[in-house]
């Protein structure tokens, strides 16, 4: 059982940056591939990325690689969200998700752990 706890959510404004924080039960998520999805009312859900815990290797989705950066923190069973320069479309609930099998490209993924997400409010 992988226990997944977002953090880091909030309102912020248009052009400021948000750092976001997925803490793992210890010891739980090091044959997984951690990685970030959001959704956006009335939106699918997006895949951001994924890291594979025991590699570092990323792979994100083509429209996110600009402003997005998944980092992590093996001492710390913690994965990290960066979005730099948010805008009103960034608006969404975060997701940190954990999955035993890659599957490229991302919307192909198959999570087999859910956080319970953290909202972001990009608002003026």
């Known amino acids: 059982q992988v226990r997944l706890i977002e953090s880091g959510g909030g309102v912020v404004q248009p052009g400021d940056s948000v750092r976001l924080s997925c803490r793992a039960s210890a010891g739980t998520v090091s044959r997984f591939h951690v990685g970030w999805l959001r959704q956006a009312p009335g939106h699918d859900r997006e895949p951001i990325g994924v890291v594979s815990w025991i590699t570092g290797n990323t792979h994100y989705e083509e429209s996110m690689k600009d402003r997005f950066t998944l980092s992590r923190d093996k001492d710390d069973n913690t994965l990290y969200l960066q979005i730099n320069n948010l805008g009103p479309e960034d608006t969404a609930v975060y997701y940190c998700?954990?999955?035993?099998?890659?599957?490229?490209?991302?919307?192909?993924?198959?999570?087999?752990?859910w956080g319970q997400g953290t909202q972001v409010t990009v608002s003026s």
């Open positions: 998700t954990a999955s035993q099998a890659l599957s490229l490209p991302l919307q192909k993924l198959t999570v087999d752990y």
